[in-house]
Every structure is written in C-alpha cells, then in structure tokens.
C-alpha cells in the first residue's frame, strides 16, 4: 500500500520556467512533509519541508505548498535552472514515528 | 556539516555470500536507517535503529539483518545474498525527537551475481 505517491515519473521544464512536482499521501495522521533531492551516484539531500500547521513554506527558489483537505503537496521551483536536474523525492513522517515514507520520486529535467 | 560514510559505493559479491554493509555517521545522531532503491519504487525502509543495540524493522526486512554495537556505525547483513537483493542502498541518520531531517550517505551499489 503507497501511502505517499509521486504520479509523475519524469518532468521536463525549460530553464528560467516554474517546475511544480507533486505529491499525494493517503494517511491522515502524516503531520510533516519533506522533499529531498537526488543525483545519480549520490545519496538524497534534504531541501525543505512542512509541518501540517502550515500551508505554505518558502526557502529562496523552493516553496513547499500543503493542501491537508485534498491530501497533497507540491514543490515549486522558480526559476528553474539547470543544476536542479535531479530526482526528487517526497517523504511524510506521523507525530511521534521516527520512520519517514516515501515516494517513488519525480526525475526533472531542466532543458536550457 | 553532517558526514554519513557508507564503506563501499561499488560491491559485487555472489549468491549465497554472506554480505555486510557498514556505515558510519560523525554527528552524534540517536536514528540510523538502511533503505534500498530501486527503480519505480522510491525509497524503502529495510530497518532503523534508535539506540545502540535496538533495532526495529522497516517495510522490507526479509533477508536482511542488522548490527549496531557503537552509536556510530550501524551494519547491514544480508546473511544469504540473492539475485533479488541487487540494488542501491542507502544509509541515513538523525536525530530523535519530532521532525528531525534524515541526512543520507552516497549510496552502496550492491550487484548479486
């Protein structure tokens, strides 16, 4: 059962343009939400997260948008440049669990 | 900065093999986590740790054991290795407490011939 699903297997962005990934998770009780960046040969890289208190949260390109009634986030990259060329993965912790879950991961593209 | 070392990025190793994947974190973290990826499937939970000597299973742990004896290192044992068990493998840590960011090694490529 995928409680955290990433429908977008790939996404190709023109350089300069807005990449929004996004992301459903089926369990109510996820109070927090992370997105992570991969490149190959690399190990994921924590970029930014959420509380469920929140609806929104910015850090320079990134913003992180929660929509708890619809059970979804999205991240948006704005502009898009071409070392954000990764795959991405979102991942969702409950209160009090130590065990993140994760999606299957969106591979971006960004196209010069 | 946190430093999460995995022992190898490359292994090769044969079926029936009895394999260890060890990896260390600099960062004083209570949480250690070993994951698997593979394509179309995201990252998968194989067993976490949060203290030395405990551990506790993930999503995945047939075939798959766990060794913490140091706060530091944290082990993966696949005791019989198969086919099935080629994949790239990924430690992370943290620190307990509520949303504590998991910070992730390069990755071990196991291939299981």
């Known amino acids: 059962d995928q409680q955290v699903k990433q429908n977008s297997p790939s996404l190709s962005v023109q350089e300069g343009r807005i990449s929004i990934l996004n992301c459903d998770y089926t369990?109510?009780?996820?109070?927090?939400f992370l997105w992570y960046k991969k490149y190959p040969a690399e190990g994921p890289t924590f970029l930014i997260s959420?509380?469920?208190?929140?609806d929104k949260n910015e850090d320079g390109r990134f913003t992180v948008f929660l929509n708890k009634s619809a059970k979804h986030l999205s991240l948006h990259i704005v502009p898009s440049q071409p070392g954000d060329s990764a795959v991405y993965f979102c991942?969702?912790?409950?209160?009090?669990?130590?065990?993140?879950?994760f999606g299957q991961g969106t591979r971006l593209t960004i196209n010069p | 900065d946190v430093k999460v070392t995995q022992s190898s990025r490359y292994l090769v190793k044969r079926t029936g093999e009895k394999v260890f994947l060890e990896c260390v974190q600099d960062?004083?973290?209570?949480?250690m986590f070993w994951y698997r990826q593979d394509p179309g499937l995201g990252l998968r939970l194989i067993y976490f740790?949060?203290?030395?000597?405990?551990?506790e299973k993930g999503d995945i742990p047939e075939g798959y054991s766990v060794s913490r004896e140091k706060k530091e290192r944290f082990s993966l044992i696949l005791e019989s290795a198969s086919t099935n068990q080629t994949s790239m493998y990924l430690c992370?840590?943290?620190?307990?407490?509520?949303?504590?960011?998991?910070?992730f090694g390069d990755g071990t490529r196991l291939s299981i011939l």
């Open positions: 740790s949060y203290d030395v000597k405990m551990k």
């Open positions: 991942a969702a912790i409950r209160q009090g669990a130590q065990k993140l879950v």
């Open positions: 960062m004083d973290h209570e949480n």
């Open positions: 959420i509380s469920s208190i929140k």
């Open positions: 992370a840590s943290s620190f307990s407490g509520a949303n504590q960011p998991q910070h």
């Open positions: 369990n109510s009780m996820f109070d927090y």
